[in-house]
């Protein structure tokens, strides 16, 4: 029944966020150890006091998650915030991973592919979309055609989600890979037939320009067909965002990153996210030592009645 005055709840985040950053930093760095993750980034509205009105910056957001091919590593997200979508902070971010970094389109990401140490999956849905928008306005054949195409590839990925990674290989190989080589030269085909100023040469153009890294997943069966993993992870960010309307500053910007990661590593892991802030920041605040910061990540904690237990 006490009344708080919002800047000292404001506070009181600020300072559980300092205490959590190097937690935050071990999550990040224990992700990037993964052969493979998703990137992807969404605005952060902060305060700009000097101009009276707000700047925008960037959320960027890393995420693992191998269940749907049956690997034990356990999911997680870091979010890191930047004043900028610059290649740059990427390239930062993520230095010293080594692996398969699946992404949209955003042409920074293949700053990391240029030097060699990482290779690009691009995602098929945002393939589709243009593709959807185009049949949704009214009648597109080409359109419409390609949207099917598509589908069939995600119907192959339905039967074998949490197959083992070799398994998904091998049935891509069978079955995927004919769709796919049927659907390079058919696109090539309708390109040439349609003005390569319409919004269908577009989608189409989009396509064929990132084929290599659309196809990737055929050869390997950690890779998906999509970022939607990393998409769902940015999702509570964006509604939070409606709620808080802008951060009231860098420093809060990166506090919100440093909880946002904690909170929504838990849900994907199934701990209770209040449960666990309380008593990972009892556990700095009684000295915990930094060189056992593995026992404080989400995943060490017991799922949600357990954990509601403990706390």
């Given at each position: 029944?006490?009344s708080?005055?919002r800047?000292?709840l404001?506070?009181w985040?600020?300072r559980?966020a300092?205490l959590l950053?190097?937690v ?5 760095d224990k992700?990037?150890?993964?052969p493979?993750?998703?990137a992807d ?5 902060v ?7 707000t700047?925008t ?9 191998d ?5 034990t590593d356990?999911?997680?997200v870091?979010y890191?915030?930047a004043p900028?979508?610059t290649?740059h902070?990427?390239?930062v971010?993520?230095?010293g991973?080594?692996?398969v970094?699946?992404?949209?389109g955003?042409e ?17 849905s945002?393939v ?5 928008e185009l049949?949704?306005g ?9 949207l099917?195409?598509?589908?069939a590839?995600y119907?192959?990925?339905a ?9 998904r290989?091998s049935v891509?190989?069978?079955r995927s ?6 659907m390079e030269?058919w696109l090539r085909?309708?390109?040439s037939?349609?003005?390569?100023k319409s ?9 064929l320009?990132?084929w290599?890294?659309l196809?990737?997943f ?6 998906e067909l999509?970022t939607n993993?990393v998409e769902r992870?940015?999702r509570p ?5 409606k ?9 809060g910007?990166?506090?919100w990153?440093?909880?946002a990661?904690?909170v929504?590593?838990c849900?994907?892991n ?9 008593d ?8 915990h030592?930094q060189s056992r910061?593995?026992?404080l ?9 357990a954990?509601?237990a403990?706390?």
């Open positions: 029944g006490v708080l005055d800047s000292t404001a506070d985040v600020g559980a300092f950053r190097p935050h930093q071990r999550l990040l992700l990037k150890a993964s493979k993750l998703f980034e969404t605005t952060a509205p305060l700009d006091p000097g101009r009276g009105r700047k910056g960037q959320l960027w957001a890393y995420a693992r998650d269940r749907p091919w049956g690997g356990p999911p997680g870091a890191v915030y900028d979508r290649a902070r990427p390239t971010h993520l230095a991973f080594r692996g970094l699946q992404v949209d955003y920074g990401y293949k700053v990391l592919a240029r030097r060699g140490e990482v290779q690009l999956a691009l995602c098929w945002h589709r979309r243009p593709f959807y049949a949704s009214g009648a597109a054949p080409i359109a419409t055609e390609a099917s195409r598509i589908a590839l119907r192959i990925e039967e074998i989600r949490g197959r083992s990674a070799e398994e290989r891509r190989q069978a890979r004919p769709l796919v080589e049927a030269p085909e309708k390109l037939l349609v003005s390569q919004k269908l040469a577009e989608a189409i153009r989009y396509a320009t990132r290599a890294g196809t990737l055929l050869d390997d069966g950690r890779v999509d993993v992870a940015i960010l964006a509604l939070n965002r709620n808080a309307l802008f951060a009231g500053s860098d420093g910007a990166e506090h990153a440093v909880i990661s904690l929504e590593t849900k994907l199934g701990v209770e996210p209040q449960a666990y802030l309380a990972v920041i009892s556990r700095i605040v009684s000295g030592p910061l593995d026992e990540l989400p995943w060490a904690y017991p799922t949600t009645p954990l509601r403990v706390a």
